[in-house]
C-alpha cells in the first residue's frame, strides 16, 4: 500500500497521471468508476475530461463500470449513480467509452443485477484500475460494516448513518433508499490496481483506522492494507491522524 499525502489541488493531477499512464499502456482498460462527493471536490472528473478533450488520453476503447447503485432509484432519478455518472463525466466527454457498466437500481431482480455486473468484469478480463472513495463510517463501494462480506456483488443494507447524510439529497430520510447493490470484498480485491482518495478533516479518523487497523469486515476499507497495488491518496486533513 502506498500512501501519498498532497494539496487538494494537485490530487486530480495525479490520478488523471495514472489513468493517462494506464492508457497509453492498455487503451482498452477497464476502469472502475465511483461517484460521491470526492471525485468532485478533487477535480478528478474534471481533470480526466480536460485531458480527454485535449487529446491527451481516450476512452474510446476503454469499459467503465461503476461498482453500486441505490435499489429503487431508477436510472431517469436524479440522484442516481447513473445520472451522477452521466452528469459529471459521460455528458462531457468527447468521445463515449466502448462500454459502460452500472448496475440498475430498479432492476427486477436485484441478485441477477449483481450477477450481472460480475459477469461483465469477467467478460472484459477483469477491472485494471478501480477508484474508490471512502464512507466516514468505512465503507468502500456500498460494502456496508458487517460481521462478514461476501466477495461478490451482493445486495446490501444501507447503513443508517450514510442514509442520514443523503437524507439532505432526498429531501427526507424515508425517501433514502433502504439497500443498494455493490462489488463484493472479492471484487474490489480482484481489481489490478486500486485509487482510493479521501480528503478532508472529517475523513481523518476513518482514513487513520482504515489504513493502520486490523483487516476487517467491520471496516470495509481496511481491505486495501492487502491488496497488492494500492495507492491512497489523501489531502494533509484526510492524512492528519495517520
Ligand atoms: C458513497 C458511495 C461510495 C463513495 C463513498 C464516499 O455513498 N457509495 O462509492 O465512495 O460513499 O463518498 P464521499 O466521497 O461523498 O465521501
Same mark, same amino acid.
Not at 78 to 93: N, V
Given at each position: ?16 497521471? #495514472? ?21 468532485l ?10 485531458r480527454?478533450? %485535449? ?11 461503476? +461498482? ?8 431517469? =432519478?436524479?440522484?442516481?449513480?447513473? %445520472?451522477?455518472?452521466?452528469? =459529471?463525466m ?10 459502460? =457498466? ?6 427486477? #431482480? ?5 450477477e ?28 456496508? +460494516? ?55 478533516? =472529517? ?6 483506522r482504515?489504513?493502520t ?30
Amino acid at each position: 500500500m502506498k500512501i501519498i499525502v498532497r494539496p487538494l489541488d494537485q490530487i486530480a493531477a495525479l490520478v488523471a497521471d #495514472d489513468v493517462q499512464a494506464l492508457l497509453a499502456s492498455k487503451p482498452d482498460a477497464v476502469l472502475g468508476m465511483t461517484t460521491g462527493t470526492t471525485p468532485l471536490t478533487t477535480g478528478i472528473f474534471q481533470e480526466l475530461i480536460c485531458r480527454e478533450a %485535449q487529446g491527451q488520453l481516450s476512452f474510446a476503447s476503454t469499459a467503465f463500470i461503476n +461498482p453500486d447503485e441505490q435499489i429503487g432509484i431508477g436510472p431517469d =432519478h436524479e440522484q442516481s449513480y447513473y %445520472q451522477y455518472m452521466k452528469r =459529471h463525466m459521460l455528458d462531457e466527454l468527447r468521445t463515449q467509452p466502448k462500454e459502460w =457498466h452500472i448496475p440498475i437500481g430498479t432492476a427486477a #431482480d436485484p441478485i441477477a443485477e449483481c450477477e450481472a455486473i460480475e459477469a461483465a468484469i469477467a467478460r472484459l478480463g477483469g477491472v485494471d484500475w478501480q477508484l474508490l472513495g471512502i464512507g466516514i463510517n468505512g465503507h468502500i463501494c456500498f460494502i456496508e +460494516p458487517a460481521p462478514s462480506l461476501p466477495a461478490k456483488c451482493f445486495v446490501t443494507p444501507i447503513a443508517e448513518v450514510n442514509r442520514e447524510l443523503y437524507a439532505k439529497d432526498y429531501g427526507s430520510l424515508a425517501d433514502v433508499p433502504t439497500h443498494a447493490i455493490t462489488y463484493g470484498w472479492g471484487t474490489v480485491l480482484a481489481a489490478r490496481e486500486l485509487c482510493l482518495v479521501a480528503c478532508g478533516q =472529517h475523513k481523518a479518523d476513518i482514513v487513520a483506522r482504515a489504513l493502520t487497523g486490523n483487516v476487517t469486515p467491520e471496516l470495509p476499507a481496511t481491505i486495501v492494507q492487502i491488496h497488492p497495488n494500492a495507492t491512497i491518496i489523501l489531502d494533509p486533513e484526510a492524512a492528519s491522524k495517520l
